[in-house]
């Protein structure tokens, strides 16, 4: 005679599974996206993930757009705040350097990030604390709420664009196309290009992003709001 299989467990008997919270969800899909790229951070990855259903996720989500956005969210929680004391334009500089690095970490999320912005505690703090440096430095209250959004774009371009740069396989390929057109222009049809060949291509990645920053602040110190102009 054989033995009796055990009986089936009740559902009552099975451990309960842990409820679901919106910081849960955020830290899985942070693990799903360093193993697996942010393109797998979706409702139906993260539910088998979590051994749920994909719609118990929208309650804490409306759509994937959001989800990358907090996941983005939590990631500007590791942008280093810049030193107490010092220069506000270096300490300013060292901030932004430090959220291009950031994303420069996740290709996808870089381009993500150009579309969505997240709304959550790092994100504020991280605009916060570029507005203040920026009142520090005495850059008048209008342009320094305009100048954020520029600097962040600027920074977040930069991001994408290298790194995407950094994933194609024919990057080499393409760097070699431009450089010949460049200094291969004719003096006589482009003039400007023919004189400036050197220099359109020189500097490094960091030394070309110091410069666009300090740039950018300078302008932005500078320049007046539409509102501010009118006379």
């Known amino acids: 005679m054989t033995a009796r299989s055990e009986s089936p467990r009740s559902r009552r008997e099975r451990p309960a599974k842990p409820a679901l919270t919106r910081e849960g969800i955020v830290a899985t899909a942070v693990e799903i996206m360093r193993a697996e790229g942010l393109q797998k951070v979706t409702a139906r990855r993260l539910a088998q993930e979590l051994d749920t259903g994909p719609a118990s996720l929208y309650v804490y989500f409306r759509n994937t757009a959001e989800l990358h956005a907090a996941v983005l969210d939590e990631l500007l929680g590791t942008v280093e705040p810049p030193p107490a004391g010092g220069d506000w334009r270096a300490r300013l500089e060292g901030l932004l350097t430090s959220y291009t690095l950031v994303l420069f970490e996740h ?25 203040a440096l920026l009142d520090e430095g005495g850059v008048a209250p209008a342009q320094a709420a305009w100048g954020v959004d520029l600097l962040l774009q600027v920074a ?71 509102a501010d102009d009118v006379t």
Do not use: K
């Not at 950094?166 to 760097?175: F, I, K, V």
């Not at 060949?197 to 960091?206: F, V």
């Open 107 to 131: 290709p996808s999320l870089a381009r993500s990030a150009l579309v969505s912005r997240p709304g959550g505690r790092h994100y504020l703090n991280l605009i916060e604390t570029l507005l």
């Open 156 to 226: 977040t371009a930069t991001a994408a664009e290298h790194a995407t740069r950094d994933e194609s396989a024919t990057a080499q390929d393409e760097w070699d196309a431009i450089s010949r057109a460049v200094h291969g222009a004719s003096a006589q049809t482009h003039p400007h290009i023919a004189a400036l060949a050197s220099q359109l291509l020189s500097g490094t990645g960091p030394e070309r992003l110091s410069w666009g920053v300090q740039a950018l602040i300078h302008g932005i110190a500078h320049t007046a709001t539409p």
